[in-house]
Every structure is written in C-alpha cells, then in structure tokens.
C-alpha cells in the first residue's frame, strides 16, 4: 500500500518553489512536537516517584551501593584531572606530570573494579552466592586502596577530600 504524502508550509525556505513532503505520520508528529513546544507539560509526580522509587529488598537495590561508590572515584578522578590543568595553568609540569600519572594509575584501577562489578553480577545471576561476596569484598578493597593512594592525596587538601566525603 503506497503512503500519499501531503505537501505542507510549515517552514520557510530561500525560494517559494521549495515545498517539503511529509507522509501523514511525520505530519503527525510534527504536529506533536510543535504543541509540546508551545505547552510544555510536566510529568505527573506519580511518574517521576515511580522512576525514582528504589526497592531494596530487591537485587534492583544493589547498583545503587556500587553506583554510589563508582561515583566516588568519578569525583576524585575528575578533580584530580581538574588539579592537573591548573598545575598546567600555573606552569608547574613537574606536578602536572605526576598528577596525570595517579589519574593513569586510576583509570587503569577502575577498568578493574568495572570488571568485579561484572563477576559479582554474573554470580548472582548463578546463584553463588559465596563468590559474589567474594567479588564484592574484593571491589571494596580495591575501591579503598584507589582512593587512599598517598600518591593522590598529596595533591588534595583536607577541605576537598572533606568535600568528596573520603576521610
């Protein structure tokens, strides 16, 4: 079955002979598109509450721990890459360098924890249950030591390490 298309002067084009053609679908939408514009529309609270309820006493509940720990080591990774360009900014290489080393070290140290998330997981979705907590022990561990490298904390001051909540 062939779709007819409608020739339609939504929009303004440099010559008047240009004319664009829309199937009735596109037409739709646009239509959609341009009264969500003129009237844009919340969504209801019960929408946004069920989008942002967390059940924890599901297996749903457990990415929020390690969400919440991979965030973290987000935070000190990308304020040390922000130290290192004000070191740069500053003109002090020799701090520069170093710094871009720990964040090599910690990008190198989250493909790590990335991949005990993963075996944590696959164990759950197993049912072994001892070598999950195995997995989670060692992420913890290892999460730990990522951010209480001496070598990292020398570039941070109390106040910040206060303000990433590490100490």
């Known amino acids: 079955m062939r779709e007819t298309k409608t020739i339609v002067g939504l929009y303004d084009t440099d010559s008047e002979d240009e004319e664009i053609l829309f199937s009735k679908e596109m ?99 197993r049912k072994d249950l001892i070598v999950a907590q195995r997995s989670k022990d060692r992420f913890d561990k290892n999460m730990s030591d990522s951010l209480h490298l001496p070598t990292i904390r020398g570039f941070l001051s109390d106040e910040e390490l206060k303000r990433l909540k590490i100490e």
């Open 27 to 125: 037409l739709n939408r646009l239509r959609k598109r341009e009264a969500s514009m003129k009237n844009p529309q919340l969504p209801s609270s019960s929408a946004v509450t069920e989008a942002i309820t967390v059940d924890t006493n599901s297996e749903k509940s457990a990415p929020v721990y390690f969400g919440s720990r991979m965030a973290e080591f987000n935070n000190m990774l990308r304020l040390l890459e922000r130290k290192r360009e004000e070191s740069i900014w500053d003109e002090k290489y020799a701090q520069a360098s170093a710094i871009d080393e720990s964040v090599k070290d910690l990008k190198a140290r989250e493909a790590g924890l990335r991949e005990l998330i993963i075996e944590r997981e696959d164990a759950l979705k």
